[in-house]
């Protein structure tokens, strides 16, 4: 399963993203405000804590990311 979703995130980084995709030309300075990006910081989790924990790392990641949130280097712990 760790598999299947890091494989997914890896397309979207490709494709989709508005950091590294096809439209990251859109955003020279880059889309999000975190660092890493919200699509990498859910590879990594996936990887170093596993498909559910890792999941639930990265929606929670996703659901800070708002107009308030200051962003930042957010590494996972």
Request: net charge positive.
């Amino acid at each position: 399963m760790k598999y299947i979703l890091v494989k997914l995130i890896e397309l979207y980084q490709k494709t989709l993203s508005p950091d590294t995709g096809w439209f990251s030309y859109k955003y020279p300075g880059g889309y999000c405000k975190y660092v890493p990006h919200c699509s990498e910081y859910a590879k990594q989790a996936i990887v170093k804590r596993g498909a559910f924990v890792g999941s639930v790392l990265a929606f929670w990641r996703v659901l800070r990311c708002n107009p308030w949130s200051k962003g930042g280097l957010d590494e996972i712990k």
